[in-house]
Each structure stands twice: as C-alpha cells, then as structure tokens.
C-alpha cells in the first residue's frame, strides 16, 4: 500500500508563509498512489487540491478506481480539513493536471492538463481528443460544477503543458510545447501555428480570453530539442516567462537568442500584454546542464526564478548589454546538482544570486512569494546548509522547505 500525506504545506504554510505552523493534514491512501500537484485558496478559506493518481486511492469516506493507467483529481477540503467533494477527470488513456487558478472574481476555478484519449470531466460531460496529445482547458464552480471544457490546443501529433496564469482582465495566459503544428480552438476561427520542422518540439505562448477563445499564440521557435517554456506568472498584464534554451531561438518570427552550447541553459523572458517580447535574460552553464524549474513574481513585479546546475561555473545575464555577471562553484566537491535562487527586477537587471549544495544531488520543486516573503522547496540527499540552518538527512532523499526575504536572507 502505497501513502501519500497531504500536510498542507497546504496549510496556511505555502499561502500566507507567516504562520510556519500545520493547521490539519490529510492522507491518500490505498493500492494506488496521489500525486498532488496544484494547491489554491479561496478568499473564505477552503483549499482546492489538483493532482494524477493511479489505482485505487483513498481520502476520507472516498475511495476512487483509476479508469487506466493515470487519471486526474481535484479536491476541496474546507479550512477545517474536512473533504467536502472530490471529482476525477478520466479516460481510457493517460490524463495529466498540470495547471489551476482561481478567476480573477474567485467565484470560478480554471483547470489544464493533458489527454489523450476522450475523456470523462467531472462526470457532467465528455471531451474528445484529436490524436496524440492534447491540452484541456476547463471552468468550474467552486461546488465542482462543471461550466465548460474545451480541447483548446490540439495537431496531428503531440501537444504538452498547459501552465497558465491569469491578467487582470480574467485573460488566461497559457505555454506549453508541441511537434508540427497546433490549433488552438475556436469554434468559428481557430488559430494554427506550424513549424517548418515536424519533428522537433517547440513551445507556445498563447492568450484565451475568460470563455477559453484564442486571442493570439506565438512560437519559441528553436533549433534544439531542449528548448521548453516551463512556466509563466503575470504582474497586471505584464507577462513572464522561463525555462530551457540552447541553439539559435526566434520568437514571434524574429531572433531572439543564441547559445552554443552542448548543454542545456535557461532563460526568462517578459512580454507585454500582446506577447511582445520586452527582455530575456540567459542562464548560462559551461561544462554540464542547468535547469530552470519555476520562477515567482512579487507584488512589484521583480521575478524570482529557481533551478539546478551540474557545472562547475554558471553566468546569469545582468542586463541586455550586462552580461559578464558571472557566479562560480564548485560543483566537483558539492555532488552532481546544486540549487540556485536569483532574484531579477522588473526591468530585467540582476540583483542577488544565491547558491546551495551538498555531496550529492539537489532538486528544487516550487518556488512562491506571499506578504514580502519567499518560500521554495525540493530535496537533498546528504547534509547540507541553508543559510545559518544545518539540515541534516535520515532517509535516501529527503524534503526541505526554506523562507527567505526579498533580498535573499534566509529567515
């Protein structure tokens, strides 16, 4: 039996991070195995859970049967713990969540994932798949009732991702990847953008407005398979975007990067509202690959992004014309992934790294910024600091949580 503890890191912990205390926690249990993935908040305290899980999975008085090998989960629990619905999205073939967010009014929840055969929302309606993999785009109530659901970026072979975020205007800002070409629905005039090369990946960005129709889409057109816009957070409509980079990269049709490189690099980008491209900045390795894994934006709009790196020496671009910032470490005594948290302004330009490693390997999972404070979480696998705090390890891999302030002190 496999079990899967939902502390709510959850709590109040994840979304307010000035408590630092657990309010109630929560087990899946059963044969199978829950992957929670996404948690929100609503503004009378009820949390929403979005996740994969496969088998037979417990919560409470429920228990739920996989339709196939993976479907997906949404949750409410009320501020006390206790559950007071949950729901699946299932099909005959491999259902994956990746995004949730509250409407801007919070009276509604949106969801994206990944499907690939026709499936089953909610148990209130179906949505066919048009080959490969597509991407869903669905609105609920906050009683889990479903409003709409659309197919919303679909080809001939595969489309990935779906993370989204939300403008002022109730637009959902949405990236992810795909082979060939894509269409992203409408019913009446859809859009369709195609790749001169149909085999290799490339990424997306694209804007919907509240009722999920395209507004515009644009490619991260690049010449290497590893290029991949991981994810995206807004700042009013201001919009920005991070993730992988190698070769030579267009957006929009025009030239935007170029990186030799034999190794995988990062970057983060910021657009206007239309998805214009006002700055991108490269994360750059020398003898062995980085990763950026998320990035989080604060209430002035300075970005905070977060990865792990391999080489023995990364460079962060400062500036458009700055780009000789360089910050080095020694990887060599340090394991084969370290972490990296560094903090860029709105307008682009460099303030702070900050770096942490062990013997062995690091991974970061989340990053988020909530009241002047910023929390990221991962896992080690030997002692390590973070800051002034010692962590020790008992286990193969075990799980951090740190909290630093906007200048990156560790609190």
Do not use: C
């Not at 993976?70 to 949950?86: C, E, R, S, Y």
């Not at 949106?110 to 993999?133: A, D, E």
């Not at 190698?246 to 998805?275: R, V, W």
Request: aromatic share 14%; glycine share 10%.
């Amino acid at each position: 039996m496999k079990t899967v503890l939902l502390a709510v890191v959850l709590s109040v912990f994840a979304l307010t991070l000035q408590a630092q205390s657990f309010i109630w926690t929560k087990q899946f249990k059963g044969t199978g195995q829950a992957n929670p993935t996404e948690v929100i908040q609503d503004a009378n305290g009820n949390y929403y859970v979005y996740g994969n899980f496969n088998g037979e999975i417990k919560i409470d008085t429920i228990t739920v049967m996989a339709v196939a090998l993976q479907d997906v989960f949404i949750a409410k629990f009320n501020g006390l713990g206790q559950l007071q619905w949950f729901k699946t999205i299932a099909g005959s073939g491999t259902e994956s969540a990746y995004g949730m967010k509250l409407s801007r009014d919070g009276s509604s929840i949106y969801l994206s994932g990944v499907f690939n055969n026709t499936i089953s929302l909610l148990g209130q309606g179906n949505l066919l798949n048009n080959g490969g993999n597509d991407i869903y785009l669905a609105k609920i109530d906050l009683n889990g009732n479903l409003s709409w659901a659309k197919n919303v970026a679909y080809g001939p072979t595969h489309q990935m991702g779906g993370y989204f975020d939300i403008d002022n205007n109730g637009n959902i800002i949405m990236v992810g990847q795909f082979t060939s070409s894509i269409i992203f629905y409408d019913d009446l005039y859809p859009l369709d953008v195609t790749t001169d090369d149909p085999y290799q990946k490339q990424s997306f960005i694209a804007k919907f407005d509240a009722d999920g129709y395209p507004q515009w889409a644009k490619m991260f057109y690049g010449t290497s398979d590893v290029n991949y816009i991981r994810n995206i957070t807004l700042i009013g409509n201001e919009y920005f975007v991070s993730g992988q980079a190698n070769g030579n990269i267009q957006y929009d049709g025009k030239p935007i990067l170029s990186i030799t490189s034999n190794y995988k690099n990062g970057f983060i980008m910021k657009t206007d509202a239309n998805g214009n491209m006002q700055w991108i900045r490269k994360i750059l390795t020398t003898n062995n690959d980085l990763y950026v894994i998320k990035h989080a934006s604060d209430a002035n709009g300075d970005q905070y992004i977060t990865g792990k790196f391999a080489a023995y020496r990364i460079k962060f671009d400062s500036t458009l014309t700055d780009t000789s910032k360089k910050t080095y470490f020694n990887t060599a005594s340090n394991g084969t992934y370290d972490l990296f948290v560094a903090k860029y302004s709105r307008s682009g330009s460099l303030q702070w790294v900050k770096l942490f490693g062990s013997i062995k390997d690091e991974n970061v999972i989340n990053i988020t910024h909530s009241n002047g404070q910023v929390m990221f979480t991962g896992s080690y696998a030997a002692a390590m600091n973070i800051g002034s705090f010692a962590l020790d390890y008992k286990a193969q891999s075990d799980g951090f949580l740190a909290v630093m302030d906007l200048n990156g002190n560790i609190l």
